[in-house]
């Protein structure tokens, strides 16, 4: 059996969440491969929202294993309230939820260094979430990190102590003033840390190679976007994982050879949260139609999102780095209202043409080349199956197809569970 991917083809918030729950009812498994609670992800049941940041978003299904795999980095008191949003949800979680031992834990001292990092930075800042993401993965390939299963040895605490203490030392280089409340998050921290020991700890990798072989059909799901991973995005304006497929072996243990589908996600247009490049980012009223109609603000920090055209070079190239077999596209109901569609089909750099990304897209001086297309003007609100599409949208979607060169099987036209359409 194969494990199949979801993961995001942009600069995150494609609508992985929407996707994932969507499509874990064919799953037994889902597993979340890296990332933490940086991540937001939203699912629409009939009225009721719901935002993960950490959990897998197959957790709504009855029949659904979740797992948190090593890859992912764990900020005990996130997770805690996610947990108690499933309690008020009355979501029954405790035999469907699992944890990697391997995975690391976000101290409250690690979302203070990020705090201090950015603020350290001024103008050149990330636009982090500033949920410790950084620091924790330094960490953790520094070789200093704590993982889930030491939160149950002796030495926990004099661990914990120590790596506080070399985080408390570390901060006075940035000669920032950061404003931290340390004891009142260390308390809340060793209180969730202790509801967190109540869950399921396993060895991840065991655990998901015994159902891979026990015939189980299993679904990683990713977070961020493949724009945000830590090789292949725009850096230094990254997050600090691999978001990409290959992140998927190393955060739950699985052989390359295990990989099967790979559903790349990504939105009819494009946006991006926090700082760095983005070719076909708009400034103007189209932009910020995007943003109102589209709803673009972010789910974890509530941030405005930045909103473009749909970009088909930075989609081949996400395409190339994933391998993906399907692409989803999602929130084509936003374009609903625009009378004209762009899409960019090259950069203009330096009198050239091209449609590869070049190394230094942070100085590069890219112009988008714009084609135009003619919107549809028409709600797609009461559309339920792909051949209902106005011929305009799907005409929309042929190209998308025809110009990034990989089959699009799904088209997302709302936040809720069954606006999606089979192509
Ligand atoms: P994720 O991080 O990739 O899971 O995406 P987010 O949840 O951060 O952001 C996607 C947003 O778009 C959420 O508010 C979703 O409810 C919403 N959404 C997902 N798919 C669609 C769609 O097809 N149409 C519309 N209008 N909204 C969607
Ligand atoms: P989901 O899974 C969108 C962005 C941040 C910032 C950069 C680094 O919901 O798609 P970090 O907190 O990792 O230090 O931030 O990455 N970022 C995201 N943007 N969606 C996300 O996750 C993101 N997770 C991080 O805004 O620019
Ligand atoms: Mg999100």
């Given at each position: 059996m194969a494990v199949d991917v979801i993961l995001g083809l942009?600069?995150?918030?494609?609508g992985k969440g929407k996707i994932v729950d969507y499509l874990a009812?064919?799953?037994d498994l889902v597993c979340r491969f890296q990332g933490g609670p940086n991540a937001g992800h939203t699912i629409k049941i009939q009225d009721n929202k719901y935002v993960l940041h950490?959990?897998?978003?197959?957790?709504?299904?009855?029949n659904v294993i979740n797992l948190v795999g090593n890859g992912v980095v764990i900020d005990p008191v996130t997770f805690l309230k996610e947990l108690k949003g499933l309690d008020q949800a009355q979501i029954p979680y405790r035999d469907r939820l699992f944890i990697a031992h391997k995975a690391h834990l976000i101290l409250p001292t690690h979302r203070l260094l990020d705090a201090a990092s950015e603020a350290s930075k001024?103008?050149?800042?990330?636009?982090?979430?500033?949920?410790g993401i950084g620091p924790t993965y330094m960490d953790k390939t520094g070789r200093n990190g704590l993982r889930?299963?030491?939160?149950?040895?002796?030495?926990f605490q004099s661990r914990y102590h120590k790596l506080k203490e070399k985080h408390l030392n570390l901060l006075k280089q940035f000669q920032v003033d950061v404003d931290f409340d340390l004891e009142g998050e260390e308390k809340k921290w060793l209180e969730s840390l202790e509801v967190l020991k109540s869950l399921n700890f396993v060895d991840g990798e065991y655990f998901i190679n015994d159902a891979i072989n026990d015939g189980k059909r299993v679904l990683a799901e990713g977070a961020q976007g493949s724009m945000l991973d830590?090789?292949?995005?725009?850096y230094p304006y990254v997050?600090?994982?691999?978001?990409?497929?290959?992140g998927v072996c190393n955060g739950l243990?699985?052989?390359?050879?295990?990989?099967?589908k790979v559903y790349g996600i990504a939105k009819a247009y494009c946006t991006r949260v926090g700082s760095g490049p983005f070719p076909t980012e708009l400034h103007d009223d189209v932009g910020e139609k995007m943003r109102r109609i589209g709803m673009e603000?972010?789910?974890?920090?509530?941030r405005p999102r930045r909103c473009g055209w749909i970009d088909i070079p930075q989609l081949k190239y996400t395409c190339m780095i994933n391998g993906v077999t399907d692409i989803v596209i999602t929130?084509?109901?936003?374009?609903?209202?625009?009378?004209e569609i762009r899409y960019c089909e090259n950069y203009d750099i330096n009198g050239q043409s091209t449609d590869r990304l070049p190394f230094d897209i942070n100085h590069a001086g890219i112009s988008p080349t714009y084609s135009s297309y003619e919107g549809?003007?028409?709600?797609?609100?009461?559309?339920?199956?792909?051949?209902?599409?106005p011929s305009k949208a799907s005409g929309y979607v042929d190209i998308l197809q025809e110009a990034i060169?990989?089959?699009?099987s799904m088209v997302s036209?709302?936040?809720?569970?069954?606006?999606i359409l089979h192509k």
């Amino acid at each position: 059996m194969a494990v199949d991917v979801i993961l995001g083809l942009q600069w995150g918030d494609e609508g992985k969440g929407k996707i994932v729950d969507y499509l874990a009812e064919n799953y037994d498994l889902v597993c979340r491969f890296q990332g933490g609670p940086n991540a937001g992800h939203t699912i629409k049941i009939q009225d009721n929202k719901y935002v993960l940041h950490t959990i897998p978003s197959g957790v709504f299904r009855e029949n659904v294993i979740n797992l948190v795999g090593n890859g992912v980095v764990i900020d005990p008191v996130t997770f805690l309230k996610e947990l108690k949003g499933l309690d008020q949800a009355q979501i029954p979680y405790r035999d469907r939820l699992f944890i990697a031992h391997k995975a690391h834990l976000i101290l409250p001292t690690h979302r203070l260094l990020d705090a201090a990092s950015e603020a350290s930075k001024g103008k050149e800042k990330i636009g982090s979430t500033l949920k410790g993401i950084g620091p924790t993965y330094m960490d953790k390939t520094g070789r200093n990190g704590l993982r889930i299963g030491d939160v149950i040895t002796d030495d926990f605490q004099s661990r914990y102590h120590k790596l506080k203490e070399k985080h408390l030392n570390l901060l006075k280089q940035f000669q920032v003033d950061v404003d931290f409340d340390l004891e009142g998050e260390e308390k809340k921290w060793l209180e969730s840390l202790e509801v967190l020991k109540s869950l399921n700890f396993v060895d991840g990798e065991y655990f998901i190679n015994d159902a891979i072989n026990d015939g189980k059909r299993v679904l990683a799901e990713g977070a961020q976007g493949s724009m945000l991973d830590i090789d292949f995005g725009t850096y230094p304006y990254v997050t600090s994982s691999n978001t990409v497929t290959a992140g998927v072996c190393n955060g739950l243990g699985i052989a390359p050879s295990k990989v099967g589908k790979v559903y790349g996600i990504a939105k009819a247009y494009c946006t991006r949260v926090g700082s760095g490049p983005f070719p076909t980012e708009l400034h103007d009223d189209v932009g910020e139609k995007m943003r109102r109609i589209g709803m673009e603000f972010g789910a974890t920090t509530g941030r405005p999102r930045r909103c473009g055209w749909i970009d088909i070079p930075q989609l081949k190239y996400t395409c190339m780095i994933n391998g993906v077999t399907d692409i989803v596209i999602t929130k084509l109901d936003v374009l609903d209202e625009f009378e004209e569609i762009r899409y960019c089909e090259n950069y203009d750099i330096n009198g050239q043409s091209t449609d590869r990304l070049p190394f230094d897209i942070n100085h590069a001086g890219i112009s988008p080349t714009y084609s135009s297309y003619e919107g549809w003007n028409s709600s797609l609100d009461d559309v339920v199956t792909y051949d209902q599409l106005p011929s305009k949208a799907s005409g929309y979607v042929d190209i998308l197809q025809e110009a990034i060169g990989v089959k699009i099987s799904m088209v997302s036209t709302g936040p809720e569970r069954r606006k999606i359409l089979h192509k």
